[in-house]
């Protein structure tokens, strides 16, 4: 007998969210989607997670199911393996789950088992996008990869853009886009006519903000990055990038989450925000809540007619620029968004600007 099975490895992103945080809720979904695609249940176990997340198998007589959920992010990893022409029953109860989640994007693998598996390819890197492709870049040599305490870090050179920084497979900056990167986030703080006497930047571990901040004579720069390893791999295999930016004497290098520093540090000029605006991998709060968490602690931080600026997402990322605009009036005013072409990112970047209430 040959060992031979199909593989249906989905994942549903942006989900309705009305049934991802609840154990009994799924169940009742699959053991309903099972009975409609005619697959055959044997058994069903799951495990309600706080403060978040379900897990939730079944076992069926083809062979399993099982859906992992990520309520915080919209998100569901679903996994179904049959044995034998089961395909048309999957691709029913996986169009059921569609109909039941709601996921504004789904991206699906067949694979098929008992047959060479060959996924992972290790000459390229995919950039993870909420919209409806993804991007790979050529890894013409791997520079650095390390599991930090916070996140993966890999920093690949490609023969395009250059020397490329990924934070959890995700592109943070390429040498070739610092130009256009750093100066959309500098220059909106130039234009308000505000004052540089003491600056922060959240996140910006690479170190090309602070450089660009450096060129217009600040009084104090504080940079806030809470993995140390970032600014280390930066500073070693990513010099056109920060050059001497962190040697710099007006630069003050706080190694700290960025929510914590903020509860400490007030009387900013600006904040220049570059963090991420999804903030699941580090975090099980609702990034509503989060957001609204640390906008709060940036108005606080700032003083009167002080500026933020922030990159925000991609132009495509319809979720996250709605929730921005519903966000950022209750604490800024005066507020502009602006679309910029960053060619690694192959698409237009949100960054954002406002003045504080």
Not at 144 to 164: A, C, H, P, V, Y
Request: net charge positive; charged share 25%.
């Amino acid at each position: 007998m040959k060992p031979l099975g199909r593989q249906l490895i989905a994942e549903f992103i942006y989900c309705s969210g009305k049934m991802l945080g609840s154990k009994n809720a799924l169940e009742r979904m699959l053991k309903q989607g099972i009975e409609e695609s005619g697959l055959t249940l044997v058994s069903l176990t799951g495990k309600q997670f706080k403060p978040a997340g379900v897990t939730t198998v079944a076992v069926i007589s083809e062979s399993h199911i099982a859906i992992h959920t990520y309520p915080e992010a919209l998100h569901a990893s679903i996994d179904i393996f049959t044995c034998g022409n089961g395909m048309h029953a999957v691709q029913k109860l996986l169009s059921y789950f569609k109909k039941e989640l709601k996921p504004k994007t789904v991206r699906v693998m067949e694979i098929h088992r008992g047959n060479p598996i060959a996924v992972k390819q290790k000459d390229w890197i995919t950039s993870f996008s909420g919209a409806g492709f993804e991007i790979k870049h050529h890894i013409k040599k791997k520079l650095f990869s390390k599991r930090t305490k916070f996140q993966q870090l890999d920093i690949i050179e490609n023969e395009s853009f250059g020397r490329m920084m990924f934070l959890d497979k995700d592109l943070q900056i390429a040498e070739s886009d610092v130009p256009t990167y750093d100066r959309a986030m500098v220059t909106p703080i130039l234009d308000r006519e505000n004052v540089f006497k003491k600056i922060a930047i959240l996140g910006g571990g690479d170190g090309g903000v602070l450089r660009e901040v450096l060129k217009h004579n600040p009084g104090k720069v504080y940079l806030i990055e809470i993995d140390e390893e970032v600014i280390h791999a930066a500073k070693k295999f990513m010099p056109r990038i920060c050059g001497k930016a962190f040697n710099n004497k007006k630069a003050i290098i706080i190694l700290e989450d960025a929510n914590k520093f903020l509860e400490d540090e007030q009387g900013f000029d600006a904040i220049i925000y570059d963090l991420t605006m999804h903030p699941e991998s580090i975090t099980d709060m609702d990034r509503s809540v989060f957001l609204n968490q640390i906008f709060s602690k940036v108005k606080k931080s700032l003083n009167k007619g002080g500026v933020v600026s922030m990159q925000c997402c991609s132009e495509f990322d319809t979720e996250t620029r709605k929730l921005l605009k519903k966000l950022l009036p209750a604490y800024f005013k005066k507020i502009e968004y602006k679309p910029v072409f960053i060619p690694s990112f192959c698409e237009n970047w949100i960054f954002a600007s406002a003045e504080v209430k």
